[in-house]
């Protein structure tokens, strides 16, 4: 059987999701935790490998298993949550065709970029503290070009495992929250290292170093060494993964919370 398996994690703790030899990562413990609560070898494979120290309020995973005699899903999920570190939580445990992909299923991701105007000694682990505010309206003239279909070769890690570097964006934008910003953006998918990579280039903006035409003419130059550095880890979370209905079914996903729907 497959399942889908909704889950959180801060990521401070962690080395990104994906395993690595000699370091700690969410998706080994979670293949870790599932193991053994289900005694039985499994391997998670998610919608999407976040950075070291990016976190997930939405992340999704799947993975094919039997579940033993007496054992459900809801005690499957509580158990795991009690083996897991505290760092990960999961929170909606529901089986899906044998043919569904919690990676190339997904329509659409949406990641969230928080910055902090305000000191605040609670927040250093999920924003980046700026001690001025930087201008918002040229950040967010400059963040209307990524709209659409592009190459995003400048805002990646150029890698060669990558077959293109296209990406249809359907959101790009800076929106005021208390204490500070946010930047929202949703695409069908994203390149390695690129979310960092357009905040820190969206910054240089903000920051009166690049005007939104020079933005412009850095993200059509496919070149990355013109884009800006790429903005600190620990401001980023992966924060909604969006899936076809019938897909997800009858899962009883949270109601309230806008990560969790269907498309």
């Known amino acids: 059987m497959r399942y889908f398996l909704h889950l959180a994690y801060d990521g401070t703790a962690f080395h990104g999701w994906q395993i690595q030899p000699g370091v700690i990562t969410v998706q080994q413990e979670l ?32 993975f094919d298993a039997d579940l033993p005699p007496g054992l459900d899903e809801a005690t499957l999920l509580y158990r795991l949550n009690r083996a897991l570190p505290a760092g990960i939580r999961c929170q909606v445990l ?23 105007l305000t000191p605040d000694p609670f927040a250093a682990n999920f924003s980046l503290y700026l001690d001025r ?92 060494v013109h884009a800006g550095g790429a903005a600190l880890a620990n401001g980023l979370f992966l924060c909604r993964v969006e899936y076809p209905a019938e897909i997800l079914g009858d899962a009883a996903l949270p109601t309230g919370l806008p990560y969790f729907s269907k498309v």
């Not at 289900?38 to 120290?53: E, H, K, M, N």
């Not at 990524?146 to 959101?171: I, Q, R």
């Not at 979310?195 to 993200?219: D, H, I, N």
């Open 94 to 116: 529901h089986p899906v065709p044998p043919d569904v992909h919690a990676r190339f299923s997904a329509k659409a991701r949406t990641y969230e970029y928080h910055v902090r």
């Open 133 to 224: 505010a930087p201008d918002v309206a040229a950040m967010n003239e400059a963040a209307a070009m990524l709209l659409g279909t592009h190459d995003f070769t400048t805002f990646s890690k150029v890698k060669g495992a990558e077959k293109h570097y296209n990406c249809t964006c359907f959101e790009a934008g800076w929106h005021e929250e208390p204490g500070g910003l946010v930047f929202r953006i949703r695409a069908n998918r994203f390149v390695r290292g690129m979310v960092r990579l357009v905040v820190g280039t969206l910054l240089s903006v903000g920051r009166g170093k690049m005007s939104p035409r020079e933005f412009g003419e850095v993200f059509r130059s496919l070149n990355r």
């Open 31 to 62: 293949d870790r935790c599932l193991s053994q609560v289900l005694r039985q070898p499994v391997y998670c494979l998610g919608s999407g490998r976040t950075d070291s120290g990016v976190h997930a309020s939405h992340q999704v995973a799947h």
